[in-house]
């Protein structure tokens, strides 16, 4: 059975909801080295809509649409945001359509990020709230759990639902997690459409900004 990360919790409630007034697109990377030498909070988002929830936090669709140009949709995507921190488009890891060459890239790439990468400070974790849960999700879960990474949950698209059917599906979701988890991870139930969650993902990305990074010596030498 997993916990969860501590410092990785849902914010309190009287956080104040951030008001984002720029994001621009900064880099794209092939590997953890490569990523940019800062010393910010990074928000990363994998799936299979990451596009769609970087433009509905930023309210950019700029952004969206750098994010989804052919070439960098394999590779480590940063996005600044208010010159304060980043939010990273990460590949989807289930890449079915890839060859076998680049699924073991895009493994290597996206592993590599999450495990050696300090700055992040939490990996959301983008499922179509449609659907019960995938066993290629649940591997993936489990897999950040057994490496101590700090994840949130993030359900999508649930515009194409009723409320009743988005809560009766992502709550059998949930029930399936517990079979798994001690306690669950912080869960956000979201559309890029209507746009509902995006108040709740910035509060918690507010209140995690207050949290410190620690990064290796190696790295506090480059930034200095």
């Known amino acids: 059975m997993f916990t969860f990360a501590k410092d990785c919790k849902r914010p309190l409630d009287n956080v104040l909801t951030m008001n984002i007034s720029k994001a621009c697109f900064v880099t794209s990377s092939p590997d953890v080295d490569k990523c940019p030498k800062?010393?910010?909070?990074?928000?990363?988002?994998?799936?299979?809509?990451?596009?769609?929830?970087i433009n509905m936090l930023t309210?950019?669709?700029?952004?969206?649409?750098?994010?989804?140009?052919p070439g960098k949709t394999m590779l480590i995507n940063h996005f600044l945001v208010d010159d304060a921190w980043y939010i990273v488009d990460l590949p989807g890891y289930g890449y079915a359509r890839r060859s076998k060459d680049d699924r073991r890239r895009l493994e290597a790439m996206i592993k590599g990020y999450i495990l050696k990468r300090p700055q992040m400070t939490c990996l959301f974790l983008l499922i179509d709230g449609r659907h019960l849960p995938q066993d290629?999700?649940?591997?993936?879960?489990?897999?950040l759990g057994e490496n101590g990474v700090p994840f949130a949950i993030v359900f999508t698209k649930?515009?194409?639902?009723?409320?009743?059917?988005a809560k009766t599906v992502t709550t059998k979701y949930l029930e399936t997690l517990r079979e798994y988890w001690e306690e669950l991870p912080p869960v956000f139930r979201t559309s890029s459409i209507d746009r509902r969650g995006r108040l709740e993902l910035?509060?918690?990305?507010e209140s995690l900004n207050a949290l410190?990074?620690?990064?290796?010596?190696?790295?506090?030498?480059i930034i200095n």
């Not at 800062?38 to 929830?53: D, L, Q, W």
């Not at 309210?59 to 140009?69: D, K």
């Not at 649930?158 to 059917?165: C, G, I, P, Q």
């Open 38 to 53: 800062t010393a910010m909070h990074e928000y990363a988002f994998i799936g299979r809509s990451n596009v769609g929830k």
């Open 59 to 69: 309210g950019n669709r700029s952004l969206a649409m750098t994010s989804a140009t």
């Open 136 to 143: 290629i999700d649940l591997e993936f879960m489990n897999w």
């Open 158 to 165: 649930l515009d194409k639902m009723t409320s009743n059917a």
């Open 202 to 205: 910035l509060d918690y990305i």
């Open 212 to 221: 410190p990074i620690e990064l290796p010596n190696s790295q506090l030498d």
